[in-house]
């Protein structure tokens, strides 16, 4: 073993330091520990699925939702949760640890992201998503990401997440909503929905159907058709109903890349779709696009599109990790990647726009 | 659904901006995202699963090492790993985000912690500690930690890791001697080793030898008993053997708990084995400890310390989680709940020693 016959830089510590007084750290000990390679780091990153398991176990739990109701003692919480105390006393000070939870002597708080966010009571709550995003299928597909890397693309049957009507798409729709409120409402924004008109929306792969209820609800002329699986329209009609838009409201059932669009519509709305497909799929379907667009229409892209760089930022440059893992030939795409593909279906001209701390952007393309 | 009827505050946002230099960010995002609730920061809980998915892939396919070798871009380390060029861009990029990689043009180079830890040519080399963090049992007990706070221990078979030879514990042997070289020699300085003189040593679960073996490298008359299962003396004998200490060097194979200990020790060395239990057990085991040291002996214990908080340093009191998923009883003690086990074992007095970097602390106690 080679750690034993030769000498680490690792194996030559300084001094150590006696604890005088064990709640506190030695002075500095943070900043050194910086500076110098450090396999705690790495021993973090080896446990990192850990922090998911953790954040799931609390929401099924509904540890925050307890907590936000004020019972913040591991005993109370155990008792709300229906669990044994120690494991509640465990979680709860890895959440702390975490930033989600605080602590005060022995009782928990919500730091402002779970409140906001994982408190069931919250109007923007959110703690639905790890139904889609860690789905049991998800998690299973970053089994053998070894085996993704090496084929370039996700080991999880012939076509991961993009294949015909998997009913992860109706978990989508189902928990996704709440995280895109926010994206919704820039949309809205960015197309002025709010100065009305008789408008014609066509929104591909609607999912919840969020983003075309949204203009809807801010211009009552607008009349929105929306385009995803049979399965999953169900859930973007329910949305529709909940918000009152019904009438305006009609759904074509199907791939998109097979149905018919139809045309003369003012806005095309194509939120979080591209990413699961190569450049020229992509291609394909935006000249279908553009084509059912009518005059001084707009195509409306919710992407996470890194920098040329493909690094930053962070939430948009990490999200191809899991077109990897769960599809064939996804990606995040670049804005000049963007641009090229609309070019190429015809589109004479493409902007981007980041709403931070939104992590995706979005792309209004002209024809 | 409630997000559609009531607006939540996120749903407010500030006007967007239009990106004019793609490749920048706009000025104070950083700052502005740092200061209010932001979803990112749930969203990459949500997906922290990918992070050791994409370290275990990497090390599987030698990516720092071909790197290390001057393989820098996808396509070389590609060629290198037998795998996808466009696989290897995607995990090469979030190696980056999460700051293991740089990336200059096309080119990736590696960060200090991957050249210290995970090239496979440098002597601290620990990419192997993934093999046993990681075993794929190990995962599988975090798949249901629900049930697991639920229960309040394991949900995995009846005794998790700690059950009779469990065989995880061979890998344990065999892939986390790299991450244990700076605790043992952290641990010879402590005890004076290179003092020399007759010393008879106990090394209990010794695992893969090294604490054992490192006092023996340092002190020519140092003689080395190791216990543990007897697969896994197997490889700290070999560890011994590499090491040239094996004439001082005897083992018990059998269970801690159940097998003679001897006596006239003047060490007892307890590394990374009490968290596995709770104090009952614990307290059972250092009076056969104490029972076991000569005169003016002492048990020496590493271990994973968390303040009286339980929530500060990060490293220690993350570790209780570890114990949550995979022990019935076993946690992350304080000192203070040290101090009470080795005293009510016969001890008089514990001393605590914190080494920064190292995530572990020292415990010396005295009979």
């Known amino acids: 073993m080679r750690v034993l016959s030769r000498r680490a830089p690792m194996s030559q510590p300084t001094a150590p330091e006696l604890v005088k007084k064990p709640q506190g750290e030695p002075a500095g000990a943070r900043a050194a520990a910086a500076a110098m ?14 922090q998911t398991a953790a954040m799931r176990a609390a929401i099924d739990l509904d540890v925050f939702t307890a907590i936000g109701d004020r019972q913040t003692t591991a005993e109370q919480i155990a008792l709300r949760a229906g669990a044994a105390e120690r494991g509640i006393r465990i979680l709860c000070d890895y959440l702390t640890v975490m930033g989600y939870l605080t602590k005060q002597e022995s009782h928990y708080g919500l730091a402002p992201d779970a409140a906001m966010f994982l408190d069931r009571r919250s109007p923007a709550y959110m703690g639905g998503a790890a139904h889609f995003l860690d789905a049991p299928e998800m998690l299973k597909a970053f089994d ?32 996704m909503a709440p995280m895109m409120m926010m994206p919704a409402e820039v949309i809205s924004r960015l197309v002025e929905a709010d100065k009305g008109g008789k408008r014609r929306v066509l929104d591909i792969a609607a999912g919840h159907g969020l983003f075309g209820i949204n203009i809807a609800r801010h211009n009552p002329q607008a009349e929105i058709v929306a385009l995803d699986w049979a399965s999953v329209l169900e859930v973007a009609r329910e949305n529709a109903c909940k918000s009152g838009v019904e009438s305006r409201y009609s759904t074509i059932p199907g791939s998109a890349f097979e149905v018919e669009f139809g045309e003369g519509y003012d806005l095309v709305l194509l939120t979080n779709f591209l990413h699961h497909f190569d450049p020229p799929t992509n ?67 493409s902007e981007h726009f980041r709403h931070p701390p939104l992590p995706e952007s979005v792309i209004i393309s002209y024809p």
């Not at 294949?163 to 189902?174: D, K, Q």
């Not at 707009?298 to 599109?305: I, M």
């Open 283 to 349: 291609e394909e379907l935006l000249r279908k696009v553009h084509a059912a667009l009518a005059p001084g229409g707009r195509a409306v892209t919710l992407e996470f599109v890194p920098n040329d760089d493909r690094v930053t930022p962070p939430e948009a440059a990490t999200f191809s990790m899991i077109m990897l893992g769960s599809t064939p030939h996804g990606d995040a795409y670049t804005f000049a990647e963007f641009e090229r593909m609309f070019s190429h279906a015809g589109f004479t001209r």
């Open 144 to 175: 053998d990401l070894t085996g993704a890397v090496r084929k370039g693309g996700t080991t999880w049957g012939e076509d991961g997440t993009v294949g015909m009507e998997n009913p992860i798409w109706v978990e989508f729709a189902r928990s």
């Open 37 to 50: 390679p450090n396999p705690g780091r790495l021993f973090q990153t080896f446990n990192a699925y850990q």
